[in-house]
């Protein structure tokens, strides 16, 4: 029965789980819940709540993209909507074509939540023209199932429009909406001292190719209560699993590497869900770094961040909230600049709080423009939304693997045990599944040519997947 015929509204939202998922750490990275960045929870998040009323449901895809879907899709839905960030950008062409292929074969509206084309801080499109085809074909494919694109700031916008796209609005990101027209951000110290609880985010190209790395030990050394919040799968695994597989390992200035000194001090964390990310950054005095969406969950905390931006999606973003930023390639030049005091004495969240309510508006606008209705102007103001949020209880922050005691060590080797169960449990039915196709083989040889079956070894590692053989492999360091 479709969602026409029972009379509630439906919404499929690509995201990486749904807000109300409550999922171990060691689940949520087998499965990559956070799809590679955690950051991009956030985002979904924020739209998830925007948009549940009471007569429309929210279901989250999992960031699937199959195109055989269409069908089920089109019968049990009435809007695919799709929250993305720095979707325009070379590494993402094949996940763009996957989407397009999809929302080519629907027959609902679409609607896309603040896209973003990655450069420089030049914004310089030179680096974007091989994908060209790619962003005209899944553009054009949006536009033909909604009344306008949502992109994320002022270099997207002219991006799209000298392609010949008029359809665009400029609405930031999903994210910064996620409590309505309400954003208090709030000095609450007169001034930054070594004694200030202080986080800093950034990314591995940021540390490895643009200089963050010099910003990250000079605070390290001069602030003792700094703690480094990464948001990559990779940071993750290395913290919970001492997983050094990943290309990301190479990087061996970042916090999240377990030769860094930062994670020998358990200084540094990776959150699996928003709402412990933005609930532990209450109490800190301020944040800052190359992250966005790891300085947008500080100000969702109501703590001051600023932004140093290091390319174009950071920088678009910025501009449009009015959120205080430097540009990186200025600041590692003159480290004493980047200071957390200096920082925090020179951010105005004047024009991000006052220009809120406003950019708010133009939000709700364009959701009301595509047909969608959201839950400040429609429904309770997210009350729901946030009890519901209040009575589960998500994991804590990822934690460097330093603890030798039995708490530390439990909940991973429960979960390899449970793992390993599975796999004695799989394997003993690939063993009769196996012995049935022999059987059947050899009473069908003279008539028809066996067809190569994998090895109960072989069929066995791809259904336990790979984080016990990281984590074993990691052992052994």
């Not at 508006?361 to 047909?371: A, V, Y």
């Not at 003279?446 to 259904?463: E, G, H, I």
């Amino acid at each position: 029965m479709s969602s026409k015929d029972r009379g509630a509204k439906r919404i499929l939202l690509r995201s990486g789980k749904s807000p109300y998922d409550v999922v171990s750490v060691e689940d949520a990275l087998h499965r990559d819940v956070i799809a590679t960045n955690s950051g991009n929870l956030i985002f979904s998040d924020a739209a998830h709540k925007i948009l549940q009323t009471q007569g429309t449901e929210v279901v989250s895809n999992g960031i699937s993209a199959e195109v055989a879907a269409a069908g089920r899709i089109n019968e049990e839905y009435d809007a695919f909507v799709v929250p993305l960030a720095n979707a325009f950008r070379p590494s993402f062409e094949s996940g763009l074509r996957r989407l397009t292929r999809l929302i080519t074969r629907l027959r609902i509206p679409v609607v896309v939540l603040g896209v973003g084309a990655q450069t420089g801080v030049s914004y310089n499109p030179t680096r974007l023209q091989r994908i060209e085809p790619a962003v005209r074909g899944f553009v054009s494919a949006v536009l033909d199932r909604s009344a306008s694109i949502g992109v994320r700031g002022e270099f997207t916008e002219q991006y799209l429009k000298d392609m010949g796209f008029r359809d665009v609005e400029v609405i930031g990101c999903p994210s910064l909406f996620m409590y309505g027209r309400q954003l208090a951000v709030h000095k609450r110290a007169v001034a930054l001292t070594p004694e200030s609880r202080i986080a800093i985010n950034g990314s591995h190209s940021a540390v490895r190719t643009q200089g963050l790395d010099r910003i990250i030990d000079r605070t390290h050394e001069r602030y003792p209560r700094l703690r480094f919040i990464g948001q990559n799968l990779s940071d993750a695994r290395q913290l919970h699993w001492r997983d050094l597989s990943d290309p990301n390992a190479q990087v061996t200035a970042m916090p999240t590497h377990p030769d860094h000194p930062m994670y020998r001090e358990d200084k540094v964390r990776v959150y699996v869900d928003p709402a412990t990310w933005i609930d532990d950054l209450r109490s800190f005095d301020f944040s800052f770094g190359s992250r966005i969406h790891g300085n947008i969950a500080a100000l969702l905390a109501g703590t001051p961040a600023t932004v140093l931006c290091g390319d174009s999606r950071t920088l678009e973003l910025c501009r449009y909230f009015d959120i205080p930023h430097r540009r990186l390639d200025k600041v590692v030049k003159d480290p004493e600049s980047a200071d957390p005091a200096r920082l925090y004495e020179d951010a105005d969240f004047t024009k991000l709080v006052g220009g809120h309510a406003e950019r708010f508006e133009r939000f709700t606008s364009f959701l009301d423009k595509n047909g969608l209705e959201n839950t400040f102007t429609h429904g309770d103001g997210g009350a729901a939304f946030e009890e519901r949020m209040r009575s589960l209880s998500f994991p804590a922050g990822v934690r460097p693997w330093n603890d030798t005691d039995m708490a530390s060590l439990t909940s991973r080797f429960t979960w390899l045990h449970t793992r390993i169960n599975e796999l004695s449990v799989d394997n003993a039915q690939l063993k009769r599944d196996l012995a049935r196709t022999r059987t059947g083989t050899k009473a069908t040889a003279k008539l028809t040519p066996a067809t190569p079956t994998p090895s109960v070894y072989r069929r066995a590692r791809r259904a336990v997947g790979r984080p016990i053989r990281r984590a074993l492999q990691s052992g052994r360091d």
